[in-house]
């Protein structure tokens, strides 16, 4: 239980004030909107969830990321800038949902906070968040609206991102009310990710055709495979709270997701899960497809454990031990810098704790980036893994 406490209080800080920071020694230049969505949503969550957490300066870190949030990244129109300076002035708008998504989580969770406390307050904040929502989905069937303008030798795609963030904002709003809302919208999520799952050649594509068609260019044989793995695992939490009688089949698909794409990904020369890799076998034409990052290790965490929960099956536990070995001998700060789970065997070492993660590796395994902290590193991917492996563990043990 230590492991979450010891990376969230780095971060918990950085919420309760106005001026942007990083963590380990770097000092922002500007205040990034997308992982202080990702913070308010986490610590919401563990106030939420977790005793130790539901503390009054949890919930003050939570209150003062939220009110900055709502003064000053979410425009009228209900775009959310994915950077703003220190003042609140905007810095960055990005062409994509991904910053709006994060900030729907960030208010539906902090608004259960507060539900009982300040049942007003919360019922408006959470209007709030439907009202982005809506947008979201407005945004996600024309992309032109966020400013994507399509080019005319530009083949007509298909990208995983969409569908299955929207499926998993769905399953976090309703935990406001514990109701089924937007059961089309979740329901129609996922055949569009089942157009870049192929039984045939046992791979889920980043991208495809507007049909799930395979294209053959660097773009349509690309593999993500902690995206399809995260994915993944949204499908397996999915099934099992709403599935109902497709609840079997849903979690079979997810489960050929996550296995594929872990079998795949994982190097066996160096350890780790790649970042991108080609399907056919070329080198990616991303520069960084042989790193090895954090969130890539935290949803595989996730995702295997919840597999073995579902199945009992022992191979799920044996890719569960092996991505957590690896992932805490490498990327936690610390003296000793090791970690291995009780349940691997001979020899393992305590974890020292040393507090925020590194999140980029070389494909070696050497911390290739020292910052902790930016754009898109933030108090969320370690917290979220770590929180919820603890929980499945709890459960599993009793």
Known sequence: ?????????????????????????????????????????????????????????????????????????RREDDRVYFCVAANGEPVKLQRKVFAECFFVMAMSEYALAIKASQPELSASIFAEALAVFEAVLRFSKDLTQVGVQPMSGQPATHALAIPMITLNVICEIRRYNGDRIYETEAAACIPQIMLHVKPDLKMVLEVVGPAGEVLDSSEGRLLNPGHAIEAGWFILDYASKYGGEKAAELQQVALDMIEWSYDLGWDHEYGGIYYFLDSKGHTPELLEWPMKLWWVHNETMVATLMAYKVTREEKWWKKFVQVTNYTMARFPDSEENALQIPLAGPGSKPLQPGGEWFGYLDRFGRVSQRFKGGPYKGCFHVPRALHLVEGMLRELLH
């Not at 918990?12 to 942007?20: E, G, K, L, M």
């Not at 000092?27 to 202080?36: G, K, T, Y």
């Open 1 to 73: 239980m230590a492991h979450t406490a010891v990376t969230t209080h780095a971060w918990i800080a950085t919420a309760r004030s106005s001026t942007p920071r990083s963590i380990s020694g770097c000092r922002a230049a500007r205040s990034i909107s997308l992982p202080r969505s990702c913070q308010v949503w986490m610590l919401s969550r563990l106030y939420n969830e977790r005793a130790e957490y539901h503390t009054p300066e949890i919930l003050a870190a939570c209150t003062s990321g939220a009110e900055f949030l709502r003064k000053h990244v």
